[in-house]
Nanobody, 124 residues
Framework: VQLVESGGGLVQPGGSLRLSCTIS????????IGWFRRRVPGNELEEIICTTNLGGFSSYADSVKGRFSMSRDSDKNTLYLQMNGLKPEDTAVYYC?????????????????WGKGVLVTVSS
């Protein structure tokens, strides 16, 4: 199983960016999907969006609610993170993660498959 994030880069405050997470080698139909970030500077990993592929669960961190959204293209096996209204404090390395084994009340706790991350820098 391989997850590869792309689309990161430098963007001005107030701008938008869309990250992609391409999944290969994974054939499960029901799985949890998480987007996380590790701010720069800082070391804490923050869960920003969590959902399940078949629906039924969706959560957004307060820090991104109303500005970030997630979508997926099943034909391309790709997840997307749309980020609008970016702020300097959104500067971070962003990761996508998935797993078919998950807790129904906390699907993104302990996901097994992760990408290597992509850097997003918000600065003027």
């Amino acid at each position: 199983v391989q997850l590869v994030e792309s689309g990161g880069g430098l963007v001005q405050p107030g701008g938008s960016l869309r990250l992609s997470c391409t999944i290969s080698g994974y054939r499960r139909n029901d799985f949890a999907i998480g987007w996380f970030r590790r701010r720069v500077p800082g070391n804490e990993l923050e869960e920003i969006i969590c959902t399940t592929n078949l629906g039924g669960f969706s959560s957004y961190a307060d820090s991104v609610k109303g500005r970030f959204s997630m979508s997926r293209d099943s034909d391309k096996n790709t997840l997307y993170l749309q980020m609008n209204g970016l702020k300097p404090e959104d500067t971070a390395v962003y990761y996508c993660a998935i797993d078919h084994e998950y807790y129904s009340d906390d699907p993104c706790d302990g996901l097994d498959y992760w990408g290597k991350g992509v850097l997003v820098t918000v600065s003027s």
